[in-house]
């Protein structure tokens, strides 16, 4: 059974910083590509970042410079260091793996920005 657990999230001041954590089981984690997806309350879910099994790594426009996402496939975890936070990278933070037609999820974790 595939698991995936994130935490880290957290109400955070403008300019803050956090490091979210992404727990795997149930996979060899080593072999996955890895993201982490937002939902903004009334927004859809986006990418926010990935990361293949080889180590490549794309971001999204908006948090490209801010946010810096990494593994350890030691650990089976994946993170996302969160940097210059601003309101608007406010909402749920969902970790994402999938493998042909299969498509796997964690149950989130809040980030709140705010003064």
């Known amino acids: 059974q595939v698991q995936l657990v994130e935490s880290g999230g957290d109400l955070v001041q403008p300019g803050g910083s956090l490091r979210l954590s992404c727990a795997a089981s149930?996979?060899?984690?080593?072999?996955?590509?890895m993201y982490w997806y937002r939902q903004a309350p009334g927004h859809q879910r986006e990418l926010v970042a990935g990361?293949?099994?080889?180590?490549?790594?794309n971001y999204a426009y908006s948090v490209k410079g801010r946010f810096t996402i990494s593994r350890d496939n030691a650990k089976n975890t994946m993170y996302l260091q969160m940097n210059g936070l601003n309101p608007e990278d406010t909402a749920v933070y969902y970790c994402?793996?999938?493998?042909?037609?299969?498509?796997?999820w964690g149950q989130g974790t809040q980030v709140t920005v705010s003064s």
């Open positions: 149930g996979i060899t984690f080593s072999m996955y590509a």
């Open positions: 994402n793996t999938r493998w042909s037609t299969l498509n796997y």
């Open positions: 990361i293949t099994n080889d180590g490549d790594i």
